[in-house]
Antibody, heavy 122, light 108 residues
Framework: QITLKESGPTLVKPTQTLTLTCTFS??????????VGWIRQPPGKALEWLAL???????RYSPSLKTRLTITKDTSKNQVVLRMTNVDPVDTATYYC??????????????WGQGTLVTVSS | SYELTQPPSVSVSPGQTARITCSGH??????AYWYQQKSGQAPVLVIY???KRPSGIPERFSGSNSGTIATLSISGARVEDEADYYC???????????FGGGTKLTVL
């Protein structure tokens, strides 16, 4: 079965770079139409789509965060890494990674990790 | 940037039909997807490609679309259906994706 798990720091200082790793099993990121994405959710607030990487290394980013985000994959390790530069307390959120599949031009998430809470504070 | 608009809250009595709407200008051409998120849990996909139910999702969940508005309907709502519901879709270019602001469903 498909599983995903996020890992990374629970506390980050403002202006630092946040690095999160998604380790997955049950699928290969070299399979056509497959992707892995990142979504976050500040406490008590809505989900926010952040970034997505496809099997062919195509990458998409949220326009509002594009300059601060980098998504990469290591197919041999079954991992996807998200880096966010210059973090601020407003970046405090639960960060989820999720398996993506494509249909009719839309990449949607059908399996999610449990999420990891990241707090940005000095 | 593209936005999907949902009502903040919907309330129904058990057994009634709950309807949650999602408005977006690209919805006539782009399918809506729906996620259920219960407190403290990761989201779960309940409707994909506008009206299809993933395996394991009860038949009381259904999706529809009319122009710029997509609707998630829960017929015979149960207390266990209380959750936050999010619509999800893409803008006209298909270059990035967005979630709606979420709707808190109360069944009591």
């Amino acid at each position: 079965q498909i599983t995903l798990k996020e890992s990374g720091p629970t506390l980050v200082k403002p202006t630092q770079t946040l690095t999160l790793t998604c380790t997955f099993s049950g699928f290969s990121l070299s399979t056509s139409e497959v992707g892995v994405g990142w979504i976050r959710q500040p406490p008590g607030k809505a989900l926010e789509w952040l970034a997505l990487i496809y099997w062919d290394d195509d990458k998409r980013y949220s326009p509002s965060l594009k300059t601060r985000l980098t998504i990469t994959k290591d197919t041999s390790k079954n991992q996807v890494v998200l880096r966010m530069t210059n973090v601020d307390p407003v970046d405090t959120a639960t960060y989820y990674c999720a398996h993506s599949r494509a249909a009719a031009g839309i990449s949607y998430f059908d399996y999610w990790g449990q999420g990891t809470l990241v707090t940005v504070s000095s | 940037s593209y936005e999907l608009t949902q009502p903040p809250s919907v309330s129904v009595s058990p057994g009634q039909t709950a309807r949650i709407t999602c408005s977006g200008h690209a919805l006539p051409k782009k399918n809506a997807y729906w996620y259920q998120q219960k407190s403290g849990q990761a989201p779960v996909l309940v409707i994909y490609e506008g009206s299809k139910r993933p395996s394991g999702i009860p038949e009381r969940f259904s999706g529809s679309n009319s122009g710029t508005i997509a609707t998630l309907s829960i017929s015979g709502a149960r207390v266990e259906d209380e959750a936050d519901y999010y619509c999800y879709s893409t803008d006209s270019s298909g270059n990035y994706w967005v979630f709606g602001g979420g709707t808190k469903l109360t069944v009591l």
